[in-house]
């Protein structure tokens, strides 16, 4: 029995809870929250157990996570071609992975209601104007002017359709054929095949269909569902609690409570308050919780919220998501690691890569360096291994669009380039090209 004494969906409510809109339409939001608590869960327990699962094997080192996605889906990108080129990346970058690390990979995308952002700060400044910042399209609109800015809870309503309407699509490819091993080889994108890591890839997908029509000549039976349907599971931060409580619900068959939202929910690095909201909310529900840790941790204060997010120690409930910096992650992911795991603490250690490696170019904008974020990457497998942990897995902001906000990478991205397709309206994410190279030098660490 999980120790979910005192626990009730609502009781978050007397707790102090960050980063939350600052709703002008007290009277609607309630209404909206009333309507959305009665509205079908995206996702079911069964399936938010199954990755628990896979991710307690993960922990053990026997399977390794990708995660990946947006920094922030937008509304107006809810298309069919933008899903399918994002799961075909991150199905591109865990064939890699699996093929190098002979091991499973758990695919969890951050899609479909990845839509809340915590910001740095309430307001920024353009024009001479300070307005308030964006806060994800659940909330208000990039646009930069005030009365996009100002929260509107009709956005929340919005959000879950057109969460479920993701979730739909993602199902009908992962189950229908498309995320079929089969298909390995159509993967490669037209834009990517060209390039050196899309010839890389397609000699690696080359050698996996011949090994399928291999086992098909000798009289293996290729048709089976490992084979057929790829496994995806879907992740967000778990920020706006009103939404994440509305969708919350009790498992008629099995028992528990569990956050329908998504398969996986994360507590970012502004709310992960001991006593805050948001550790308070997600304490009770039973998905497998993310946690992000930047450099200004504690490690008892980690030690702690741990203990209180997973009192049984169940492993596959808690994945620490570090993200320090290349320049940091030398002075602070050992001490996290030896402190974890003198605790006894069951935790699915992974890195991401992004967060603390963002500067702003010259040309203004925002972006992070390719060759920073491989560095930060090398560290924690490097620092895992010499500690006796297990490097179990990595988060990346990516997506399957041509785009160039992050400098670097096999095509040398410019600082000058930035502006050609920079689309992202919050951090700048891997494009897909980017991500394969990624996923090669990775593959390159784990090969076994
Ligand atoms: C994010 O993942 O987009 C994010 C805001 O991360 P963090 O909480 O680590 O800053
Ligand atoms: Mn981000």
């Given at each position: 029995m999980?120790?979910?004494?005192?626990?009730?969906?609502?009781?978050?409510?007397?707790?102090?809870?960050?980063q939350?809109?600052n709703?002008?339409?007290?009277?609607?939001y309630?209404?909206?929250?009333?309507?959305?608590?009665?509205?079908?869960?995206?996702?079911?327990?069964?399936?938010?157990?199954?990755?628990?699962?896979?991710?307690a094997?993960?922990v053990?080192?026997?399977?390794?996570?990708?995660?990946?996605?947006?920094?922030?889906?937008?509304f107006?990108?809810?298309?069919?071609?933008?899903?399918r080129?994002?799961?075909?990346?991150?199905?591109?970058?865990?064939?890699i992975?699996?093929?190098?690390g002979?091991?499973?990979v758990v695919?969890?995308?951050?899609?479909?209601?990845?839509?809340?952002?915590?910001?740095?700060?309430?307001?920024?400044?353009?024009?001479?104007?300070?307005?308030?910042?964006?806060?994800?399209?659940?909330?208000?609109?990039?646009?930069?002017?005030l009365?996009?800015?100002?929260?509107?809870?009709?956005r929340?309503?919005?959000?879950?359709?057109?969460?479920?309407?993701t979730?739909?699509?993602?199902?009908?490819?992962t189950?229908?054929?498309?995320?079929?091993l089969?298909?390995?080889?159509?993967?490669?994108?037209?834009f990517?095949?060209?390039?050196?890591?899309?010839?890389?890839?397609?000699?690696?997908?080359?050698?996996?269909?011949?090994?399928?029509?291999?086992?098909?000549?000798?009289g293996?039976?290729?048709?089976?569902?490992?084979?057929?349907?790829?496994?995806?599971?879907?992740?967000?931060?778990a920020?706006?609690?009103?939404?994440e409580?509305a969708?919350?619900?009790?498992?008629?068959?099995?028992?528990g409570?569990y956050?329908?939202?998504?398969?996986?929910?994360?507590?970012?690095?502004?709310?992960?308050?001991?006593?805050?909201?948001?550790?308070?909310?997600?304490?009770?529900?039973?998905?497998?919780l993310?946690?992000?840790v930047?450099p200004?941790?504690?490690?008892?204060?980690?030690?702690?919220?741990?203990?209180?997010?997973?009192?049984?120690?169940?492993?596959?409930?808690?994945?620490?998501i570090?993200?320090f910096?290349?320049?940091?992650?030398?002075?602070?992911?050992?001490p996290?690691?030896?402190?974890?795991?003198?605790?006894g603490?069951?935790?699915?250690?992974?890195?991401?890569?992004?967060?603390?490696?963002?500067?702003?170019?010259?040309?203004?904008?925002?972006?992070?360096?390719?060759?920073?974020?491989?560095?930060?990457?090398?560290?924690?497998?490097?620092?895992?291994?010499?500690?006796?942990?297990?490097?179990?897995?990595?988060?990346?902001?990516?997506t399957?669009?041509?785009?160039?906000?992050?400098?670097?990478?096999?095509r040398?991205l410019?600082?000058?380039?930035?502006?050609?397709?920079?689309?992202?309206?919050?951090?700048?994410?891997?494009?897909?090209?980017?991500?394969?190279?990624?996923?090669?030098q990775?593959?390159?660490m784990?090969?076994?």
């Open positions: 999980e120790k979910t004494r005192n626990w009730n969906k609502t009781n978050w409510h007397h707790f102090p809870a960050l939350q809109p709703w002008p339409d007290k009277e609607r309630d209404e909206i929250i009333q309507t959305l608590s009665l509205l079908p869960p995206l996702v079911f327990a069964g399936e938010i157990r199954d990755l628990k699962a896979m991710l094997k993960a053990r080192g026997e399977a390794f996570l990708l995660q990946g996605g947006d920094c922030s889906e937008e107006s990108r809810c298309t069919a071609p933008n899903i080129e994002t799961l075909k990346v991150l199905l591109q970058m865990a064939v992975l699996t093929y190098a002979n091991k499973p695919k969890v995308g951050r899609i479909a209601g990845q839509y809340a952002k915590p910001r740095s700060s309430d307001t920024e400044k353009i024009n001479g104007m300070e307005i308030p910042s964006y806060r994800g399209d659940m909330a208000n609109s990039a646009d930069p002017v009365e996009a800015r100002i929260p509107d809870p009709e929340l309503l919005k959000g879950y359709h057109l969460s479920a309407a979730m739909n699509l993602l199902r009908a490819f189950r229908g054929g498309f995320g079929s089969h298909r390995v080889q159509a993967w490669n994108q037209e990517v095949k060209q390039s050196p890591m899309g010839r890389s890839y397609e000699r690696m997908a080359k050698q996996i269909s011949n090994a399928l029509k291999f086992m098909e000549t000798i293996i039976s290729t048709d089976i569902p490992q084979l057929k349907e790829a496994q995806f599971f879907t992740s967000h931060e920020l706006f609690l009103g939404y409580e969708l919350t619900r009790e498992d008629s068959i099995a028992g409570w956050d329908c939202s998504a398969h996986m929910l994360w507590i970012g690095d502004r709310t992960r308050q001991l006593d805050g909201a948001h550790v308070e909310f997600l304490r009770g529900v039973r998905n497998p993310g946690m992000k930047g200004n941790y504690d490690s008892d204060d980690i030690l702690r919220i741990i203990e209180r997010l997973n009192p049984d120690n169940e492993p596959g409930r808690i994945t620490l570090t993200r910096g290349f320049k940091a992650i030398e002075k602070h992911l050992p996290l690691l030896r402190a974890v795991k003198k605790a603490l069951h935790v699915l250690w992974t890195c991401d890569p992004m967060h603390a490696n963002t500067f702003k170019a010259e040309s203004g904008h925002k972006t992070r360096d390719f060759e920073n974020i491989l560095s930060e990457l090398r560290c924690f497998f490097e620092l895992n291994w010499v500690e006796g942990t297990v490097p179990g897995g990595v988060h990346f902001e990516l399957g669009d041509d785009v160039t906000e992050c400098i670097g990478g096999a040398q410019s600082d000058a380039q930035l502006g050609q397709r920079y689309l992202t309206t919050c951090d700048p994410r891997l494009n897909a090209e980017q991500s394969l190279e990624m996923a090669f990775i593959a390159e784990i090969r076994s």
